[in-house]
């Protein structure tokens, strides 16, 4: 076995893992990352040459890559992803379990020489900004090139990790093998006692990128809390006011339901001299300050965005990130090295390879690229990328918003009454169903607070933990539900979406500042007709404004009958004050 790279640590907690998964997996070389440009191109060379990455037209994006990932490899895989702890309540029912000794075994057995002929990449990596309170270490053993350079643009990562590890062994520990990326060989497994990921048969991002959702959300959240703060899938922006006033909101979306979107928006013309600056598009974590605000930091440096949809309208800040030092996941390839998929700007084009390297013509029937095809980018392209970016403390949260994809039922915004009543909005959240995770399109199923995927113990105790934090906070957000894909009964949106976006975050941004109107509702607080500012918005009236913020009592009371499906699988360890708020809803309709 050869060593290449330099190890660039003496730490013997890191020196001795390494060791011993290297005796399991039986690589024929092992490659300690440092991070460095130099190391960059290099292994961009590499897996050229090697086939993983396709160059792109330099001229047209520069520095950007291609790449196919298995056609049964497309997305995450939530009945493949577990969490072992010592008993299956821990867990809760919404996660798999299995125990944590036997599943290691079934791993371990399924490793045991799985990289003979292969390379073991060593990554270190830091998630959060250098110094921050929250920053969290992590080593990810790989024998895949491509999570290597995915891995450099989503974290900080090489040396930088090792200089905040020190010689602590607090560090999470993450062992990845692609095996030969058979469905039934697939796992992703989290043993959050250990502070452990050991992901095998996936070469999927969302299931290999560890930093990102292993740790940063299951892994994260159980540590959150055991220690106090809060590991959520939110976005972080921050939205600037002519006159130079900030003020940051934190916000919770199903995947792929404009997530990257609103948090990248570009203010339409009516506002002029308004900014928004992106601090996170998917995570938050966040903490208690020293003057009982919510400080939240964003761990990632880059954005796995959604590539279809993705276009100069829906999202220009977007445009502008991926343009350059990207790499392009399961979208079309054009004959000129040109990157294609549904919902770009331009027309089709006349002939290009769709993501299985198949001939495409605008006649063909299946998709060109891949509803959950995807764009790894860095987050410093991002023309809108906060100052606070690498703050340490984070940023001061004023508002947190919960919001789904509904056709019906939900108003375009409304706010919570007070903080218990905003965490049994964010447990009771709804959405219809996206490409990015395997099953059923168009379904709505609960996902409290964007996390149901994600959160790595029983997701009643997690209630109880966002109860808990209310008496860390002297000054806590207000919490808000946002819905801007309601339908009207010919299936036309409601709402124009997107940049005019703006309109209800400044009406919640006024709100937390002291300065807007609402009225009192069954549901929160809902702003009147004059209450969002409509001036410049064609073929938009305030009567349309007041059929999307319409409550239809009929369909609240079928809406209550579904939330209950959820409660009554989490009763044995749901907080009574869910069960008291659902009962004041009720009371209200």
Same mark, same amino acid.
Request: net charge neutral; charged share 25%; with cysteine.
């Given at each position: 076995?050869?060593?290449?790279?330099?190890?660039?640590?003496?730490?013997?907690?890191?020196?001795?893992?390494?060791?011993?998964?290297?005796?399991?997996?039986?690589?024929?070389?092992?490659?300690?990352?440092?991070?460095?440009?130099?190391?960059?191109?290099? @292994?961009?060379?590499?897996?050229?040459?090697?086939?993983?990455?396709?160059?792109?037209?330099?001229?047209?994006?520069?520095?950007?890559?291609?790449?196919?990932?298995?056609?049964?490899?497309?997305?995450?895989?939530?009945?493949?992803?577990?969490?072992?702890?010592?008993?299956?309540?821990?867990?809760?029912?919404?996660?798999?379990?299995?125990?944590?000794?036997?599943?290691?075994?079934?791993?371990?057995?399924?490793?045991?020489?799985?990289?003979?002929?292969?390379?073991?990449?060593?990554?270190?990596?830091?998630?959060?900004?250098?110094?921050?309170?929250?920053?969290?270490?992590?080593?990810?053993?790989?024998?895949?090139?491509?999570?290597?350079?995915?891995?450099?643009?989503?974290?900080?990562?090489?040396?930088?990790?090792?200089?905040?590890?020190?010689?602590?062994?607090?560090?999470?520990?993450?062992?990845?093998?692609?095996?030969?990326?058979?469905?039934?060989? *697939?796992?992703?497994?989290?043993?959050?006692?250990?502070?452990?990921?050991?992901?095998?048969?996936?070469?999927?991002?969302?299931?290999?990128?560890?930093?990102?959702?292993?740790?940063? @959300?299951?892994?994260?959240?159980?540590?959150?809390?055991?220690?106090?703060?809060?590991?959520?899938?939110?976005?972080?922006?921050?939205?600037?006011?002519?006159?130079?006033?900030?003020?940051?909101?934190?916000?919770?979306?199903?995947?792929?339901?404009?997530?990257?979107?609103?948090?990248?928006?570009?203010?339409?013309?009516?506002?002029?001299?308004?900014?928004?600056?992106?601090?996170?598009?998917?995570?938050?974590?966040?903490?208690?300050?020293?003057?009982?605000?919510?400080?939240?930091?964003?761990?990632?440096?880059?954005?796995?965005?959604?590539?279809?949809?993705?276009?100069?309208?829906?999202?220009?800040?977007?445009?502008?990130?991926?343009?350059?030092?990207?790499?392009?996941?399961?979208?079309?390839?054009?004959?000129?090295?040109?990157?294609?998929?549904?919902?770009?700007?331009?027309?089709?084009?006349?002939?290009?390879?769709?993501?299985?390297?198949? *001939?495409?013509?605008?006649?063909?029937?299946?998709?060109?690229?891949?509803?959950?095809?995807?764009?790894?980018?860095?987050?410093?392209?991002?023309?809108?990328?906060?100052?606070?970016?690498?703050?340490?403390?984070?940023?001061?949260?004023?508002?947190?918003?919960?919001?789904?994809?509904?056709?019906?039922?939900?108003?375009?915004?409304?706010?919570?009454?007070?903080?218990?009543?905003?965490?049994?909005?964010?447990?009771?959240?709804?959405?219809?169903?996206?490409?990015?995770?395997?099953?059923?399109?168009?379904?709505?199923?609960?996902?409290?607070?964007?996390?149901?995927?994600?959160?790595?113990?029983?997701?009643?105790?997690?209630? *109880?933990?966002?109860?808990?934090?209310?008496?860390?906070?002297?000054?806590?957000?207000?919490?808000?539900?946002?819905?801007?894909?309601?339908?009207?009964?010919?299936?036309?949106?409601?709402?124009?979406?997107?940049?005019?976006?703006?309109?209800?975050?400044?009406?919640?941004?006024?709100?937390?500042?002291?300065?807007?109107?609402?009225?009192?509702?069954?549901?929160?607080?809902?702003?009147?007709?004059?209450?969002?500012?409509?001036?410049?918005?064609?073929?938009?009236?305030?009567?349309?404004?007041?059929?999307?913020?319409?409550?239809?009592?009929?369909?609240?009371? *079928?809406?209550?009958?579904?939330?209950?499906?959820?409660?009554?699988?989490?009763?044995?360890?749901?907080?009574?004050?869910?069960?008291?708020?659902?009962?004041?809803?009720?009371?209200?309709?």
């Amino acid at each position: 076995m050869s060593t290449l790279g330099t190890c660039n640590t003496t730490n013997r907690h890191v020196l001795n893992w390494v060791n011993e998964m290297v005796a399991l997996c039986q690589p024929d070389r092992v490659f300690w990352c440092n991070g460095s440009e130099e190391e960059k191109q290099a @292994l961009t060379e590499q897996a050229v040459a090697e086939g993983v990455l396709i160059r792109l037209n330099q001229e047209k994006l520069p520095g950007c890559y291609y790449h196919r990932s298995n056609p049964n490899d497309v997305a995450r895989v939530e009945q493949c992803t577990y969490i072992c702890t010592d008993t299956e309540a821990e867990a809760g029912p919404t996660n798999n379990w299995a125990p944590p000794k036997e599943m290691k075994e079934r791993l371990y057995a399924l490793a045991r020489g799985g990289m003979k002929g292969r390379t073991m990449y060593v990554i270190p990596y830091l998630m959060g900004p250098p110094g921050s309170p929250l920053a969290k270490v992590g080593l990810e053993l790989t024998d895949s090139i491509y999570v290597v350079l995915n891995m450099r643009i989503m974290t900080r990562m090489g040396d930088v990790a090792f200089r905040q590890l020190g010689s602590s062994e607090d560090f999470n520990r993450g062992l990845h093998c692609l095996l030969d990326v058979h469905p039934d060989r *697939r796992y992703i497994c989290h043993f959050p006692r250990e502070n452990l990921i050991i992901s095998v048969g996936s070469g999927y991002g969302g299931n290999v990128l560890l930093g990102k959702k292993c740790l940063a @959300l299951r892994i994260g959240s159980y540590l959150a809390q055991q220690q106090g703060w809060m590991a959520e899938h939110m976005l972080i922006l921050g939205v600037e006011s002519p006159s130079g006033e900030k003020t940051f909101v934190a916000a919770a979306f199903p995947s792929a339901c404009g997530k990257t979107n609103f948090a990248m928006l570009v203010p339409p013309p009516r506002f002029e001299g308004w900014k928004i600056w992106t601090v996170g598009d998917d995570i938050a974590w966040m903490r208690p300050g020293a003057d009982g605000r919510l400080y939240a930091i964003n761990p990632e440096m880059g954005y796995f965005g959604v590539a279809p949809g993705t276009n100069a309208r829906t999202n220009p800040n977007a445009m502008r990130t991926i343009a350059r030092d990207t790499i392009y996941t399961n979208v079309a390839l054009t004959p000129d090295l040109d990157v294609w998929w549904e919902g770009k700007d331009g027309p089709p084009p006349q002939e290009c390879l769709d993501w299985q390297g198949r *001939r495409w013509t605008p006649e063909s029937r299946e998709k060109a690229a891949h509803p959950n095809s995807r764009f790894t980018a860095p987050a410093r392209n991002n023309p809108a990328l906060a100052p606070e970016f690498d703050d340490p403390n984070g940023v001061p949260i004023s508002a947190i918003i919960f919001g789904g994809r509904r056709a019906t039922t939900m108003p375009l915004v409304f706010e919570a009454f007070n903080w218990v009543h905003g965490v049994f909005v964010g447990a009771t959240i709804g959405s219809e169903m996206t490409a990015a995770a395997v099953g059923g399109l168009g379904q709505v199923r609960r996902d409290p607070m964007a996390m149901l995927p994600f959160c790595g113990y029983n997701m009643g105790d997690y209630f *109880r933990h966002w109860l808990r934090m209310r008496k860390r906070l002297k000054y806590p957000p207000r919490i808000f539900h946002v819905n801007c894909f309601r339908r009207d009964a010919e299936g036309r949106f409601l709402w124009p979406g997107f940049g005019e976006n703006m309109r209800v975050l400044k009406w919640i941004v006024d709100r937390c500042r002291g300065r807007a109107n609402a009225y009192e509702t069954p549901l929160g607080w809902v702003p009147g007709p004059e209450d969002i500012d409509l001036t410049g918005l064609e073929n938009f009236t305030a009567t349309d404004l007041e059929k999307v913020l319409d409550i239809d009592i009929e369909e609240w009371r *079928r809406e209550l009958i579904l939330q209950e499906e959820l409660f009554l699988k989490l009763y044995s360890h749901l907080p009574k004050e869910m069960i008291f708020q659902r009962e004041l809803l009720v009371a209200r309709l």
